[in-house]
């Protein structure tokens, strides 16, 4: 198989949103929703950006180091869309058996009577930017960091899990709904 002499991969920047990318490959993004914070330092790929692209660089990569831009391109990507837009995950809680309450505690969604248990089950709220609102049976999780909204969604969906029953019939829990990616208000 022939080696690639390099692989390129380019960002556009939109109108409203900054990117900063130091030495040590830290990539700052900075919007109208926030701020990003994240390294990539990896040993062959190299990160620029002027002023209208964030540049993704490796000379005569190997398998892994093509996959590594790639990834890396998607994170930044990530970024530049969640400062600008933000992204909104919806949940609904159900039950058939016993009717759970939940309720968000400082960085902690607290799940009571979830089938009768008498020890309420928790979940963590992953980054300070993420915030978790509950009305009736419906959950809504939004942030401007794509991965900290999606570990938090899954967390509360982990403490729901049933062990010991039958799926089939116990089907309580708290269950991803819908995905959005909203504009953010100014």
Known sequence: MVKLANITETIPIPEGVTVDV??????????????????????????????????????FPNKKDKAMVGTIRSHISNMIYGVK????????????????????????VTIDNFLGERHPRTAKIIGDDVKV??????????????ENVGQTMANIEQATKI???????????IYLVDKKQEELEE
């Open 133 to 146: 609102s509950v009305k009736g049976d419906d959950v809504t999780i939004t942030g401007i960091n794509k």
């Open 22 to 59: 130091s030495e040590n490959a830290d990539v700052t993004v900075k919007g109208n929703g926030g701020e990003i914070k994240r390294n990539f330092n990896h040993n062959n790929i190299t990160i620029s950006n002027d002023d209208e692209n964030v540049t993704v660089y490796v000379a």
């Open 163 to 173: 062990k010991g029953r039958d799926p089939r019939i116990f089907q309580d829990g």
């Open 85 to 108: 837009h933000g992204f909104t995950y919806k949940m609904k809680i159900v039950y058939a058996h016993f009717p759970m309450t939940v309720k968000v505690k400082g960085k902690l």
